[in-house]
């Protein structure tokens, strides 16, 4: 009787065991199959972007970090940044336009939202070839720092506003007179700070008040008025920019960040255009400040995602926006003429001017 009770005992403990490991391992027998097979579930974020931050959101290292350390499945649609602000925004909970006036635009059509935070800056340049730096600089526009340029923005308006022909400043090649393509003011934001740039200049480099707008927006129109069809995304523009050549575009603002997102990411293709492509800094130039405006809870949620060190760290390094926290010389960006530090600023007229200025642009 005794070995028929321990004989019983044994087999209780066996099947105990075997009951273990099967509950462990989910059933299958295979210890590693139920934890490899374990998602974190994630919520998914919509909302609108201006196209020049595509790369930086379609990144695979970025989206990596919002979704293992913030749980978040980021989606996007383009749009231009104060397009975006009139568009249904049912089901979204981001914005992601590229200036601070975009967000007083949203709280004057929408009221305030439930967050919104400055994430990335980046200054806006003008990019040509180099045949028109050849020219500029013989007309006493450009000003160097090593291999970093500058244009003085009061001759080169002055060049604008007096229908200049290319030809009058030893470049013959090109067709019209000079001029600088942008997108459109009244619906995308590079545009919209070109001409919140054009405004300080033509107001004798001082920032354009309420008073005098009356006084400036003439010439306003008359510089915009000449560029026929406007680009309502500056990622397009840009690429316009690198396919189209010289002849088609001898000169288009941007943003800074586009010329090192291009090399980081088709270094190829960057080194066969690297001599010809120039970087100009405006003197003075203005920031363009991308802030996130968060809809709901899962915007706030991507803020902070966005605010995490290593996707700031991933922002400059790979997509050319300044963070402010990082330091990396143009060598190590692998791009021709990059400013290590923006000095020469001018500060961006107010909300209510810039409204005045993008109602009298349409």
């Known amino acids: 009787m005794r070995k028929k009770i321990i004989g019983l005992v044994l087999l209780i403990c066996v099947m105990a065991a075997v009951g273990g490991i099967y509950l462990l391992t989910g059933g299958s027998g295979d210890g590693e199959k139920k934890e490899t097979g374990k998602t974190q579930p994630r919520t998914a ?10 790369g930086f959101l379609e990144d695979e290292e970025v989206l990596s970090i919002l979704g293992e350390k913030y749980g978040l499945e980021v989606d996007y649609s383009k749009a231009g940044s104060l397009d975006m602000m009139t568009v249904d925004l049912e089901g979204r909970n981001y914005l992601f336009p590229s200036s601070s006036i975009a967000l007083e635009y949203y709280e004057e059509l929408h009221g305030s939202p439930a967050q919104s935070e400055i ?4 200054p806006i ?6 045949m028109v730096l050849d020219a500029f600089d013989s007309q006493g526009l450009i000003a160097k720092d090593g291999d ?8 080169l308006v002055e060049l604008i506003q007096n229908d ?3 030809a009058d400043i030893g470049v013959p090649e090109l067709y019209g ?3 600088v393509d942008t997108t459109d003011p009244a619906r995308s934001n590079s545009g919209n700070m070109f001409a919140a740039l054009l405004a300080d200049v033509l107001n004798g480099g001082q920032t354009l008040t309420p008073e005098k707008v009356d006084e400036i927006l003439p010439q306003l129109q008359a510089i915009f008025g000449k560029l026929g069809y406007m680009e309502t995304s500056s990622s397009d523009l840009f690429s316009q920019f690198l396919r189209m050549g010289v002849g088609a575009t001898p000169i288009a603002a941007g943003y800074e960040s586009q010329i090192i ?9 960057y080194e066969a255009v690297r001599d010809d492509i120039v970087v100009l800094y405006p003197a003075p130039t203005v920031w363009s400040a991308h802030v996130l405006i968060a809809l709901d809870d899962a915007g706030k949620t991507l803020i902070r ?10 922002a400059w390094e790979k997509h050319g926006f300044r963070t402010g926290n990082y330091e990396i010389s143009d060598k190590e960006l692998g791009v021709t003429g990059i400013a290590d530090n923006i000095t020469q600023v001018a500060q961006v007229p107010s909300y209510d001017v810039m409204r005045r200025i993008i109602d009298g642009l349409r």
């Open 164 to 166: 200049t022909a290319w």
């Open 305 to 314: 995602g966005l605010q995490d060190e290593g996707v700031q760290k991933l």
């Open 148 to 155: 970093v340029n500058y244009i003085d923005m009061a001759k």
């Open 45 to 54: 974020v919509s909302g609108y972007v201006g196209g020049e931050k595509i």
């Open 177 to 179: 007179t000079v001029s």
């Open 119 to 122: 994430l990335l800056n980046t």
């Open 125 to 130: 340049v003008l990019y040509t070839h180099k």
């Open 261 to 269: 997102e291009y090399a980081m990411l088709h270094p190829d293709e």
